[in-house]
């Protein structure tokens, strides 16, 4: 039904079958300038649900015909180049990151200025003598998960490391986590320390990344993590409101016995028990590593980590046993 000069030109039969038809085109992902345009006024399925997508003019229609790869590889890379992305009216855009060679950046979990050099002159064999009776129940509860740890993974160092790494990955959340709400609470500042707590909680996760690439863990591993970390991280988050120095002791001992787990899997690497495979890209732009570094160089530069981890630990214990709050001395912000 039309109207020479009026102003109803289309019937509404006519103008539901064309936005019926505009909406298809738009979850088939076909969307144009003039399509956007047109679902300003014209109604798809009853309802005005695009009118405010054209309202921002030409940059919102750029930004409707501006595709882009998405997705990511397993640990957090670069996606399909056939894949579209996710258009938003919200403008929500990733910024596209180069390397320093120009090459594009296909980790999407960390971004270039995040990646450091490992310090490998860290001394390894640094130990806190325990000598109160908290640092000696620090010390024995370590010893006596260290051992159901050695009796189920033996010298299956892949798997034991991805292991390790769901556990220490959960103290820093922990620590930051609460330390963030008893900042909120008491309109306070921490001192960096939540920020250098979620840090390393970041940097352990970093390394479960990199481990996955290398060993991949079997669905009774998988389970068994499922029941560790559930149980662990309760029983750290009540250790840590009720006694912090001992929490974070506990850990800097952990630490200690990561150390000694990544030196016996480079024993194990030098001994051709395990093979030296390339090391994982991620690793390799992680850590900065050369593009022909192995599975030796990542053990390397982990083992460094972990030992600047026990550090840091050790010294917010010392912190409370001074009578001081982590807040009253500056966080090692960046210690790696």
Aim: with cysteine; aromatic share 10%.
């Amino acid at each position: 039904m039309m109207y020479r000069g009026g102003v109803r030109l289309f019937s509404t039969l006519t103008a539901r079958t064309a936005s019926t038809e505009a909406a298809a085109r738009i979850l088939a992902g076909q969307t144009n300038r003039h399509l956007s345009t047109f679902l300003v006024r014209a109604p798809i399925l009853g309802s005005r649900n695009r009118s405010t997508l054209a309202l921002g003019g030409e940059k919102e229609q750029q930004r409707e015909e501006n595709v882009q790869t998405t997705g990511a590889a397993a640990a957090g890379g670069s996606g399909n180049k056939d894949e579209k992305r996710i258009v938003s009216y919200w403008g929500v855009e990733a910024p596209k990151v180069n390397k320093d060679d120009g090459s594009e950046w296909k980790w999407n979990c960390f971004r270039p200025w995040e990646a450091y050099e490992a310090d490998l002159s860290i001394d390894l064999k640094k130990h806190h003598a325990p000598t109160t009776f908290s640092d000696k129940m620090a010390l024995w509860t370590v010893k006596s998960l260290r051992w159901p740890t050695d009796l189920f993974f033996q010298r299956r160092y892949g798997c034991r490391a991805m292991m390790l790494e769901t556990v220490a990955a959960v103290p820093g959340m922990v620590g930051g986590m609460l330390l963030h709400c008893k900042s909120l609470r008491r309109f306070e500042h921490s001192g960096g320390w939540i920020k250098a707590l979620l840090e390393e909680a970041e940097n352990e996760r970093m390394h479960l990344m990199t481990f996955m690439e290398v060993a991949k863990p079997k669905w009774y591993e998988r389970a068994l993590v499922f029941a560790v970390q559930g149980v662990f991280f309760n029983a750290y988050f009540l250790g840590y409101l009720i006694s912090p120095k001992f929490a974070h002791r506990m850990v800097g001992y952990l630490e200690e016995e990561a150390i000694h787990s990544y030196t016996e899997f480079l024993k194990e690497l030098d001994k051709g028990n395990i093979e030296n495979v390339p090391a994982p890209a991620i690793a390799t732009d992680y850590w900065r590593l050369p593009p022909n570094s192995t599975l030796k160089d990542v053990v390397l530069v982990v083992r460094a980590d972990e030992a600047h981890h026990r550090d840091v630990n050790h010294y917010a214990s010392d912190i409370h046993y001074q009578g001081r709050q982590l807040r009253e001395s500056p966080a090692p912000l960046g210690y790696h």
